[in-house]
Nanobody, 124 residues
Framework: QVQLVESGGGLVQPGGSLRLSCAAS????????MGWFRQAPGKERAFVGA????????SYAESVKGRFTISRDNAKNTMYLQMNSLKPEDEAVYYCAAAPNYDMGSRGFGYTYWGQGTQVTVSS
């Protein structure tokens, strides 16, 4: 079992920045690929990006590429999502998730464990 808890959500103005964290606990966190997803009201959950277990590889959805950055600190069992130049369409509940395989995880598939989500609101 891997337990995941997101934090760092909140209200931010368009063009602003926010950093989300995902704290993990449980079995061998550092061996799992990790990902971020988001779900806006009335829409399906969408893949945002992923990071390999070592942190050496990352992948991003086209909609966030160049604005969002995923990183992880395995010593702290924590993954981060740095979000810059936020737009109203970025508003959603953001979820972190863990996958045993980065090849699938990098494409948004194969996630086994999920957090409860944190709300990001982008509004002036």
């Amino acid at each position: 079992q891997v337990q995941l808890v997101e934090s760092g959500g909140g209200l931010v103005q368009p063009g602003g920045s926010l950093r989300l964290s995902c704290a993990a606990s449980g079995r061998t966190y550092s061996s799992w690929a990790m990902g971020w997803f988001r779900q806006a009201p009335g829409k399906e959950r969408a893949f945002v990006g992923a990071i390999s277990w070592s942190g050496g590889s990352t992948s991003y959805a086209e909609s966030v590429k160049g604005r969002f950055t995923i990183s992880r600190d395995n010593a702290k069992n924590t993954m981060y999502l740095q979000m810059n130049s936020l737009k109203p369409e970025d508003e959603a509940v953001y979820y972190c998730a863990a996958a045993p395989n980065y090849d699938m995880g990098s494409r948004g598939f194969g996630y086994t464990y999920w957090g409860q989500g944190t709300q990001v609101t982008v509004s002036s």
